[in-house]
């Protein structure tokens, strides 16, 4: 995999602890997302992906590479890797991503070569029927559930780091909860709608409300 130009041939820019998420933008899988991303920042990392930057000059597909190569882990559903109702499409985003991020650990010499990532989908089996390649390679479930959801990706984060100062799924759980109840006031006394916020702004307010309310995260 070639490694992006950089300034005076300087190696990609890393950014300690942060994961790249790869997952469907669509507002039915909306409550997945923003589950993952109060459950990495709760585990102490810093959640990326491709809705971190809006800028028209930037191919998407570039965007992407850049931040994989930035990232030592990455979450992966491709639960919507599946039939468009509307194009009668299949839905390959979450798949090719992945394969990206596969091929950057294996071909992206010593410095990639340490990437771990986690490979979700709704039920275990079911990427046999359209992406088979990666049989072989462990694939959780989250069943459709945030509270599995959010313990998967928390539990996962824990064993990948070996900190065990990391909280469990449960207690993150709770706090989740905790977070969905005050947002209303939160995005009340911002001035915005719940729908507005993109994702620089709803990553700002989990930030602060976890420092506020001092959840333990790992250092």
């Known amino acids: 995999m070639e ?5 005076g041939n300087l190696p990609p820019r890393r950014v300690k602890r942060s994961v790249f998420i790869n997952c469907p933008f669509d507002r039915t899988y909306n409550r997945f997302f923003e589950s993952i991303v ?73 410095m990639h070569a340490k990437k771990a990532c ?39 984060l824990r064993s990948r780091s070996r900190r065990s100062n990391i909280p469990g799924g449960k207690t993150i759980f709770k706090r989740y909860i905790e ?9 009340r006394r911002m001035g915005i709608e719940r729908r507005e916020l993109t994702f620089v702004d709803f990553s700002a307010i989990v930030r602060s409300w976890l420092k506020v309310n001092r959840v333990r995260m790992a250092k």
């Open 3 to 7: 490694r992006s130009r950089r300034p």
């Open 38 to 110: 109060f459950a990495v920042y709760a585990s102490g990392f810093v959640p990326r992906c491709a809705l971190e930057i809006d800028d028209g000059t930037e191919v998407r597909f570039n965007k992407i590479c850049r931040i994989v190569e930035e990232c030592d882990y990455g979450i992966h559903d491709i639960s919507y890797a599946r039939i468009d109702p509307r194009t009668k499409l299949a839905r390959f985003n979450m798949p090719l991503e992945l394969g990206l991020f596969l091929g950057c650990k294996r071909y992206g010499g010593q």
């Open 118 to 156: 986690l490979i979700l989908d709704h039920s275990s089996y079911r990427y046999r029927s359209f992406v088979s390649d990666i049989s072989g390679q462990d694939i959780h479930s989250h069943d459709n559930r945030v509270p599995r959801l959010i313990t998967v990706v928390s539990d996962w």
């Open 179 to 187: 977070f969905q109840k005050a947002m209303t006031k939160i995005c």
